[in-house]
């Protein structure tokens, strides 16, 4: 397995489309685009399983485009780590709410939305549009339980089952 988000590239672009994700509430600031952001809790997907503290370091979020290093844990937060090395480009005229990256040097190609996100930029809602996936990030390990509470309550007001997230 490549990285957990190169293989939910791939299978998120071969699953048939629900109803699709709820568009973007608002805005997104530039600087969300850099940094590391830690994986709270995601929808199930094939690629992901076994995955431990997974995190994606984002640079060069300052412009249209950004890097992105992925890395997972195989079958521990402490187990060997997969790393995965993306590009991502911000789509224009989204006010910074969307953005496509692109895997294994273009050959996959995914568009992501920045559903929801905390005022001070403590947790981001990402999905993809088709509905299929949703992930709760935090820009700390882990959020504290009313922090958490209420970006879960946001996930499930965007027609989410909080019930079948995985916690990481």
């Not at 830690?38 to 994606?56: E, F, G, K, V």
């Not at 402490?78 to 895997?103: C, D, H, K, L, Y």
Request: a positive charge; aromatic letters at 10%; hydrophobic letters at 45%.
């Amino acid at each position: 397995m490549r990285s957990w988000v190169s293989g939910l590239a791939a299978w998120t672009l071969a699953a048939p489309a629900p109803a699709g994700a709820p568009a973007p509430a608002r805005p997104v600031a530039a600087s969300l685009y850099s940094g590391r952001w830690w994986d709270i809790a995601h929808t199930p997907n094939s690629r992901q399983r076994d995955c431990h503290a997974p995190t994606s370091d984002f640079t060069g979020g300052s412009g249209a485009t950004f890097s992105i290093v992925q890395t997972c844990h195989k079958g521990s937060a402490n187990g060997p780590a997969e790393v995965f090395r993306a590009r991502g480009r911000i789509v224009a005229g989204s006010a910074n709410a969307r953005f496509r990256i692109a895997f294994l040097g273009g050959l996959i190609s995914q568009e992501y939305w920045i559903l929801d996100h905390a005022p001070d930029g403590r947790w981001a809602i990402m999905a993809t549009p088709g509905g299929h996936y949703v992930w709760l990030l935090s820009r700390v390990p882990a959020l504290e339980a009313a922090t958490r509470a209420v970006a879960l309550r946001r996930i499930s007001a965007l027609g989410y089952d909080v019930g079948r997230l995985e916690p990481r």
